[in-house]
């Protein structure tokens, strides 16, 4: 089994340091602080090819593989996992499921914008009533012969504002259950569509998080991705890929807070010595070191099944699920080994232990990711 990373591979690691380290490092206390959408940053990030990692260069993307976009997720994430979301949602749940599962004009008319960054995309599956159990989409889309009468509510979507382009799972027939769900793209602008109310959230204070309204809004069949009824499978298949992504910005924020928590280490003094001489410390780092290696293993094994084709549904799941469980674990103890200083803005760990949290919750909660695992391993 080979672990090597290709050149081009740590090319790409290494552009996405110095991005995150030049460009998103200078700012990201501020921009937490006043939940300001890193903007101007997320334009260089298109610039950079990081918001179409996959896409064929046809379509607008880079054409890198997903062992590639695990290593940029990581680097970026380790220093503002507000701008890693959006680069994961729009690289996996957008651009992704539409090259993935778009037509050619669909394709030419919304991907190779999205892939280049000139524009940003988002998913809408998540309901008030509609959270872990997916199935029960209240949104409804009628369908009206040439296009879709949308109505309903999405909540807690990223990229909410700043998108242009939306991914909206809806119910057209509701006697099918999860059979009887379409996946619409819907345009800001289209007539009775409302952004609402931005959510005031714990972490990723930088992510635009929105509730979305949709009132009568016709939305074209030939903005209908797949077949009439594909709308769950489209979104279920996204979300595997998504995992990877999520997953690995769980791991960027745990790689994050452990090199911080090392320079810490070793230059603050107590009991006439650098605390990095501690073993109590040191124990910390060892099992910091230990978890984060084991969570990027699972990261680049999910994305390699991926780029393999194989099957990577349950290695998404168990990366996402392991490599939360490290973020939010080694940021409590990144802001322990800083003490006092843990605890306040300027050492960036509070932050970053503040941002852990939500990779346990979104695009599946863990609770989530072992139904997913357990049900592969039961079905045979
Ligand atoms: N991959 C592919 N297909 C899957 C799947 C997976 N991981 N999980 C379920 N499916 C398919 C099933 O095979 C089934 O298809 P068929 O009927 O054709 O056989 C169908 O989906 C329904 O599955 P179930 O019968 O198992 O439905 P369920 O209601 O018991 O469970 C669930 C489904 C797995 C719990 C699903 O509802 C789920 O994944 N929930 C979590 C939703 C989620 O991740 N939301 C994240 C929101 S997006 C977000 O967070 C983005 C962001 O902002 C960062």
Not at 32 to 59: C, I, N, R, S, W
Not at 348 to 353: A, C, F, N, T, Y
Request: proline share 1%; hydrophobic share 40%; aromatic share 8%.
């Amino acid at each position: 089994m080979k672990f090597d990373l290709t050149e081009e591979q740590l090319a790409v690691r290494d552009a996405a340091r110095d991005f995150a380290q030049n460009e998103l490092l200078p700012g990201v206390i501020e921009r937490d602080e006043h939940q300001k959408f890193p903007a101007e940053q997320v334009k260089m990030m298109g610039e950079l090819g990081f918001m179409g990692m996959m896409v064929d260069p046809k379509y607008g993307g880079s054409g890198m593989d997903s062992v590639s976009y695990v290593l940029a997720m990581e680097e970026i994430s380790k220093i503002d996992a507000s701008a890693s979301v959006c680069m994961s949602v729009n690289n996996s749940l957008v651009c992704w499921g539409l090259e993935k599962y778009g037509n050619e004009e669909q394709k030419q008319k919304y991907l190779t914008r999205l892939a280049k960054g000139e524009i940003i995309g988002a998913f809408c599956l998540s309901e008030p009533e509609a959270g872990s159990d997916a199935t029960s989409q209240r949104t409804t889309a009628e369908d009206k012969g040439d296009y879709y009468l949308l109505n309903g509510t999405k909540n807690w979507i990223t990229n909410g504002n700043s998108a242009s382009v939306y991914i909206v799972m809806a119910q057209t027939d509701a006697s099918k259950a999860h059979k009887g769900i379409n996946a619409l793209i819907v345009e800001k602008g289209m007539e009775g569509f409302v952004v609402g109310k931005k959510e005031n959230k714990l972490g990723i204070r930088g992510s635009d998080t929105h509730s979305l309204m949709f009132q009568d809004v016709k939305v074209p069949k030939a903005n209908r991705i797949g077949d009439d009824g594909f709308g769950f499978s489209f979104a279920m298949s996204t979300l595997n890929g998504g995992r990877i992504g999520i997953a690995s910005q769980a791991l960027g924020i745990a790689s994050g807070a452990m090199e911080l928590s090392i320079a810490y280490a070793k230059e603050r003094k107590a009991f006439g010595k650098s605390i990095a001489e501690h073993q109590a410390i040191q124990f910390k780092l060892a099992d910091m070191a230990t978890e984060i290696e084991a969570a990027r293993l699972l990261c680049l094994r999910a994305a390699q099944l991926k780029d393999q084709k194989a099957d990577f549904s349950q290695a998404s799941a168990m990366a996402k699920l392991f490599a939360s469980d490290v973020a939010m674990k080694t940021t409590v103890e990144a802001v322990q080994i800083h003490g006092g200083y843990g605890y306040v803005k300027e050492y960036h760990v509070e932050r970053l232990m503040r941002d852990a949290k939500i990779t346990q919750i979104y695009e599946g909660t863990s609770e989530i990711q072992k139904i997913v695992i357990s049900r592969g391993l039961l079905k045979n």
